[in-house]
């Protein structure tokens, strides 16, 4: 495991490479002062089902103005998304090795309300790294761009993987190279890499921590 710090925007139910990042360095600062961005990992996960990949978007309330920091960013009851999103994780994954193993763990995500979508997220994190039996230090930061109020150090003295992991035109990590796993619908569809970490638990149970 590396001993340096990375900086990572929160995620739900991040892919694979996200939680890779978790593994292999000590400590790890998630971002909430940046601006909320649509269409990435902070508020929709990637999951493989019967029909192909399929994206679990977490609506959000409207803000005031163009932009909202993360972590003023509010989570919306619109459309039943809760009932939905759990729903479609049962139909996917209700025949994978280990889907009821860990369906008790994971369904108060789909049945109380968080207020804010980071505070959703970390808690998630929190769980999702216990499932894995990894102990990152994960912790907010304290402003944008600053890591630490005590070091000050900022953002741009260690790894930022915000603009690396993100499912539209990411940048180029050579640290990943996505190990194939056994995956329920493969035959069908073919190896589907960087799916959500719960693609990941639901298929291999507790040896997922040797896929990151």
């Known amino acids: 495991m590396y ?45 493989a089902t019967a029909n192909g990949v399929q994206t679990l978007s977490i609506p959000i309330e409207q803000y005031e103005g163009a932009k909202c920091k993360m972590k003023d960013v509010r989570i919306s009851d619109h459309g039943n998304w809760r009932h939905i999103h759990w729903n479609a994780l049962q139909s996917a994954y209700g025949d994978s090795p280990f889907f009821e193993f ?64 993100r499912p539209k035109h990411p940048l180029p990590d050579a640290d990943f190279q996505p190990r194939r796993y056994y995956q329920v619908y493969e035959q069908k569809y073919g190896f589907q890499p960087n799916l959500s970490i719960l693609d990941l638990l639901f298929n291999m149970g507790n040896e997922s921590v040797l896929f990151l």
């Open 102 to 165: 860990y369906a008790d763990d994971l369904r108060p995500f789909f049945e109380r309300k968080w207020e804010y979508l980071f505070d959703f997220n970390l808690d998630i994190i929190k769980l999702v790294c216990e499932l894995l039996d990894i102990e990152p230090t994960v912790l907010p930061t304290t402003d944008y761009g600053i890591v630490s109020e005590e070091s000050g150090a900022a953002s741009d003295h260690i790894p930022d993987f915000r603009d690396v992991i």
């Open 3 to 47: 001993s340096n710090l990375c900086l990572l925007s929160s995620t739900y139910f991040g892919p694979v490479q996200w939680y890779q990042k978790l593994n292999r360095y000590n400590k790890v600062m998630l971002e909430q002062h940046d601006n909320f961005i649509k269409q990435t990992y902070r508020n929709r996960c990637v999951i």
